[in-house]
């Protein structure tokens, strides 16, 4: 690959991806980044292109089912091969399954699994045909166990880091490298989105910072390492949730999602 790509990154308004795009930018790697708000998208294109690279913003609600084939439709259309491609965009909801509204339930299913895994079909082959690519899906440390309060969240990364890692293993040695990431708890816009800014995961377990999160993401993807844990005490952690029965493992989930006092 050289040393000007183009990268696609979703949720690339705010938050993590906001911090994955700076630091592509910076590397001058060309952009397409899509969220749903279009002024935010805009405003950090402008600043971007500070970096002396092109950035093309798409505002896009990718929880709905035709949006990934039109995003893919539109970079092959303006003649853009996608070189790395961050399936970053993401949400989680707290509150008890069986009160929570049907219209959050599919959103997260839509985008946190429907998106992200018709993107990486769509974006996969034209880089296994150039026999180059990368290709970096955003899970969390809540994919290594269940979750109550936020089953159906935990569910959905569970998915990303079971489909990622074993597309991983099905590339390998093609020249296209499939990585699975894991942030712990950050401080970003998620918590308010969620409903889970004041649960004992953030108030009292500590989250790490956006910019640094982002930094192990772009090392990972750029190792093209199959999997990546942010922080060294959210990789004990998830290590730990092999090892522990698993009724205890939920009960300590649960525990974290609680209101802190
Ligand atoms: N923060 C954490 O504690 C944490 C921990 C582990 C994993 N993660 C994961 O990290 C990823 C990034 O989250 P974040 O913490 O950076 O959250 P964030 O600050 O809320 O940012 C989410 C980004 O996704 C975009 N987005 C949300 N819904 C979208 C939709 N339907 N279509 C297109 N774009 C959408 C948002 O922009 P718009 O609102 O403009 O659409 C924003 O750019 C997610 O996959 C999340 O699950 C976060």
């Known amino acids: 690959m050289d040393a000007s790509r183009n990268v696609l990154i979703t949720g690339a308004s705010g938050g993590i991806g906001y911090e994955l795009a700076k630091l592509f930018a ?31 913003t798409i505002a896009l609600d990718l929880a709905q089912v035709p949006a990934p084939r039109f995003l893919f439709d539109q970079v092959q259309r303006e003649g853009v091969a996608i070189d790395i491609l961050i399936n970053n965009a993401g949400f989680g909801a707290l509150g008890n399954f ?43 440390t809540a994919g290594f166990q269940p979750g109550p309060l936020m089953a159906v969240y935990y569910a959905t990364k569970a ?8 597309i991983a293993n ?15 708890p950050t401080h970003t816009g998620f918590g308010k989105r969620a409903g889970n800014d004041q649960s004992r ?17 772009y090392r990972a993807v750029m190792e093209g390492r199959a999997l990546a844990i942010s922080g060294i005490h959210n990789w004990a952690v998830a290590q730990s949730t092999r090892f522990a029965p698993r009724k205890m493992v939920t009960a300590i989930s649960r525990w974290v999602s609680e209101k802190a006092e």
């Open 170 to 184: 099905e590339v390998h040695n093609s020249g296209v490298t499939v990585t699975c990431f894991c942030p712990g």
């Open 159 to 166: 998915y990303v880091l079971s489909f990622t890692e074993a």
């Open 201 to 217: 995961v953030f108030k009292q377990l500590g989250a790490m910072n956006a910019d640094k999160v982002a930094l192990d993401g």
């Open 26 to 56: 910076r590397e001058r790697n060309n952009l397409v980044l899509v969220a749903r708000s279009g002024d935010k998208l805009a405003q950090v294109g402008t600043a971007l292109q500070a970096n002396g690279v092109t950035v093309k």
């Open 98 to 140: 069986a009160d929570m509204p049907e219209e959050q339930i599919l959103g997260q299913i839509n985008l946190n699994v429907v998106a992200l895994t018709q993107l990486t079909r769509l974006f996969l082959p034209p880089m296994l045909a150039r026999r180059s690519g990368r290709i970096m899906n955003v899970a969390s």
